[in-house]
């Protein structure tokens, strides 16, 4: 098992900056994948952006966010982060944290109660 707890975010207006933390626990030496989503009522849950492997990792962003966000992790801490630059008013959504754990029986998916991230115009 996997828990997530997201921390951060708020209301800021366009072209400001906000960051938001996800703090990992449980038996996160499984997780093969950690990041962002986010998502607005009536839509479906999008890709912000994921970092593989427990180290240095591949980052994946969404096309909507490169340039202006950035993740990371502190391993030490066992939390991953999102800067997020430039913000606009479509990037205000409630934001997740999702792992993918790998076990014996496939991959695992978790995710975070959510945080909420407005952007004013």
């Known amino acids: 098992q996997v828990q997530l707890v997201e921390s951060g975010g708020g209301l800021v207006q366009a072209g400001g900056s906000l960051s938001v933390s996800c703090l990992a626990s449980?038996?996160?030496?499984?997780?093969?994948?950690i990041g962002w989503y986010r998502q607005v009522p009536g839509k479906q849950r999008e890709l912000v952006a994921t970092?593989?492997?427990?180290?240095?990792?591949?980052?994946n962003y969404s096309d909507s966010v490169k340039g202006r966000f950035t993740i990371s992790r502190d391993n030490a801490k066992n939390t991953v982060y999102l800067q997020m630059n430039s913000l606009k008013p479509e990037d205000t959504s409630v934001y997740y944290c999702y792992a993918r754990q790998l076990t014996l029986w496939g991959l695992r998916e978790y995710w975070g109660q959510g945080t909420q991230v407005s952007v004013s115009s």
């Open positions: 970092i593989a492997g427990p180290g240095r990792g591949t980052t």
């Open positions: 449980g038996s996160i030496s499984s997780i093969n994948a």
